[in-house]
């Protein structure tokens, strides 16, 4: 009589808190909260002097769920640098190549969307969101968002875009809100092949912004 054997293949798997940087092509499931993930290869991001601590982060890497940053090869302890929008800040200059590991989200179809979030700080002028992109890839946005202060809830959908050869901008922002929300977003282009999107804030709150978004180019 022949044998008969069932294989089954598993991924790595746990909870979200658990689930470590991926190595490159691995899947990792999270249990409790349901969401699958995928590892990539390391990202340079710059050389550490000694003297610079902020560093860009590509937008592909600056809002994964979970990143390991090493400098010099060897990774560095999660409570010596935040990562906020693009922004990548040490407590204290590295030195030495860094580089950034990260899973990439794969979606599941579900009924419940994932935004990512962010503090705006109270009384900001013409302040970085942390949003932007390189625009030699693209230079077209839509974002669906929702702004929450003590004041109010608004719920809209920014579209904003560059023409790179005119070296123009522009915005528009179309939204409904529980009531007024003083703040204001505008575009920032002045950096090469970057477009930023940046805000004013009238009420002087801290306000929490949530979004969603997609990128195309208009070439």
């Given at each position: ?110 009924d ?55 070296s ?8 409904t ?11 920032d ?29 208009s070439?």
């Amino acid at each position: 009589m022949a044998t008969t054997r069932t294989s089954k293949i598993r991924v790595r798997q746990g909870n979200f808190s658990d689930l470590p940087v991926l190595d490159p092509g691995e899947i990792g499931y999270a249990k409790d909260s349901r969401r699958l993930f995928i590892g990539n290869d390391v990202v340079n991001i710059g050389t550490g002097n000694g003297v610079l601590i902020g560093f860009t982060l590509p937008l592909s890497v600056s809002k994964p769920n979970i990143t390991t940053v090493f400098v010099a090869g060897s990774a560095v302890n999660a409570s010596t640098y935040s990562i906020t929008g693009t922004t990548l800040l040490f407590a204290s200059a590295p030195t030495g190549i860094i580089t950034v590991g990260f899973n990439s989200e794969i979606d599941i179809v579900s009924d419940v969307t994932l935004p990512s979030s962010i503090s705006l700080a109270a009384n900001g002028s013409n302040a970085d969101t942390g949003f932007q992109i390189d625009t030699t890839n693209y230079n077209i946005v839509v974002m669906d968002y929702t702004l929450e202060s003590t004041n109010g809830v608004r719920i809209g959908q920014l579209r904003f875009g560059t023409d790179i050869s005119a070296s123009t901008s522009t915005i528009a922002d179309n939204y409904t809100e529980t009531a007024a929300v003083g703040i204001t977003f505008s575009v920032d282009i002045a950096s090469a092949n970057t477009m930023k999107l940046m805000y004013t804030d009238a009420d002087n709150l801290i306000t929490k912004f949530k979004y969603t978004y997609q990128l195309w180019n208009s070439n």
